[in-house]
């Protein structure tokens, strides 16, 4: 069985070899994560012993789960334990878990009328969703679509969008996105 120090004593590697597989150099690290260069050096070198605060960034820079910064064993269930969150008339089950990059959701919509809201929105970033069950009312800037079960959208979210269910039935779809979209859709309501 590892120790904490054992534990701790292998970050410093791990960090150099990934910052360096991304062809990476450390004040560009520093710029990415808000860490000076000389922290990001300490660390690396085990001469700084990190700390949660540190290796949150580290690991969205990288796009690694934080389990792969301290190698952490594996906790021998695969499974995502979701967990839903409801937000303005949504239901969004997250199916993923690790740190950063993209995200997948099942996200389900209320039925036609029942949204919180239909104004349009806008927000850096590209998202994909793909049908499941029901029909779906794209709006994208100036267009209006219906897409049905098996029918896959992917867009610019720079353009303003809404999607909600097209009818009396809630509409059901898997849906892409990154951090941005993620924030997007998931920030607090603004009441």
Known sequence: MD???????????RLRALRRARGTTLAALANET????????????????PTLEQLLPLARA???????LVAAP??????IH???VRRSGLVMVPLTRRAGGVQAYKVIYPPAGRSATTKLQTHEGYEWFYVLNGQVRFVLGEQEFLVGVGEAVE???RVPHWIG???ERPAELLTLFGAQGER????????
């Not at 860490?35 to 300490?42: K, N």
């Not at 997007?184 to 009441?191: D, G, Q, V």
């Open 74 to 79: 594996p906790t021998g269930d695969p499974r």
């Open 155 to 157: 867009f610019d979210t």
């Open 165 to 167: 269910s097209a009818d």
């Open 34 to 49: 808000g860490l000076t260069a000389s922290t990001l050096s300490r660390l690396e070198n085990g001469k700084l012993r």
């Open 82 to 84: 979701l967990r839903p």
């Open 184 to 191: 997007a859709h998931l920030a607090p309501s603004r009441r």
């Open 3 to 13: 120790t904490s120090e054992d534990v701790l004593a292998g970050v410093g590697p």
């Open 62 to 68: 990288h796009d690694v789960p934080l389990d792969d």
